[in-house]
């Protein structure tokens, strides 16, 4: 469940257990146990913005919720960790605290009048728990102006508030940004793996498409079968193979079709998801987004063979 922008809610309207446990659920994997690690040493003297990059969107969710969760728990775990079942941590996990703000950008901008809302707000102490927390959600999909903005917020004292960005990569952000905040970096090559698995059909479809151009519009010309969420999520994958490539890690089909290519091949392949991801976020078809991604695709494969 994702949290709501921004809540004022009763008392006593908890959400239930079991929802709340499923929003932590991503973060509390064992191979994560060392990440969550550095979070909980930040929790005493936590950073202004903590900014969560690389694994899957899932993960930084729940890394985000979790460490809201971590610096407000009424009833802590030995070594720090949040029970995940008192109040603050149930309606943190289920995004229904009014100290949680979240701004979504998973599947449009983030804009300016959002940051600006945002101001009076955090001029006020929390209201019910120890921190309050503003989670930007693909924070990369703040435009220019709402960036700049949220910069002077960052500039001002806000009494008892953090912030937590997630975004794939942190050079998706302003330099400035990144400057601001304290950098963590969740695993990339487990949840690439995950990924490929949930999108299997459409990474194999698309490295036969960057190879030979054919077999792809078949499959995003299915009615139905392409939504702004799925667009979104094969984008997010495209970046992550570029990442395994780059990096010389393992990867699914598309990170082995990136591998020993120019430098200039990763630097135009990534212009064409941002103008892929703008093109998402002004509402364009879409199905027709992906089949520019595809196309423009295999011209870079077979331009830099």
């Known amino acids: 469940m994702a949290p709501a922008k921004h809540s004022d809610l009763a008392e006593n309207a908890l959400p239930s257990l079991e929802d709340a ?25 936590p950073p202004q913005l903590l900014h969560l990059e690389g694994g899957s969107r899932s993960w930084r969710l729940a890394f985000g919720l979790w460490w809201g969760a971590a610096l407000n728990c ?25 100290d949680l703000i979240c701004l979504d950008g998973r599947s449009e901008s983030i804009k300016i009048g959002e940051i600006r809302e945002l101001k009076p707000i955090l001029g006020e102490k929390p209201r019910y728990l120890n921190t309050r927390l503003v989670l930007l959600l693909e924070a990369q999909a703040l435009t220019k102006e709402a960036a700049n903005a949220m910069l002077k917020s960052l500039e001002e004292p806000n009494p008892g508030t953090v912030f937590a960005f997630t ?81 010389g890690r393992l990867g699914g089909r598309l990170a082995e079709l990136m591998k020993n290519r120019d430098p200039e091949f990763f630097f135009e392949l990534g212009e064409i998801c941002d103008t892929c991801q703008e093109h998402l976020g002004a509402q364009v078809n879409p199905a027709l987004v992906l089949d520019v991604l595809a196309t423009k695709l295999n011209l870079l494969i077979r331009t830099n063979s």
């Open 21 to 45: 446990r499923a929003a932590f659920a991503p973060a509390l994997a064992p191979e994560l146990e060392q990440v969550r690690n550095i979070l909980l040493a930040a929790r005493a003297n």
């Open 74 to 98: 009424h009833n802590p775990q030995p070594g720090g960790l949040p029970c995940l079942d008192c109040q603050a941590c149930l309606r943190i996990g289920a995004g229904l605290s009014p």
């Open 167 to 247: 975004v794939p990569q942190r050079e998706k952000l302003l330099p400035t940004l990144i400057s601001r905040g304290w950098v963590l970096t969740l695993p990339w090559s487990d949840s690439l793996a995950q990924d490929a698995a949930h999108l299997e059909e459409w990474q194999n479809a698309l490295s036969a498409f960057a190879e030979t151009g054919q077999d792809w519009f078949e499959l995003s010309g299915r009615k139905g079968s392409v939504d702004q969420t799925l667009a979104l999520e094969i984008l997010e994958l495209v970046r992550k193979s570029m990442s395994a490539a780059l990096g």
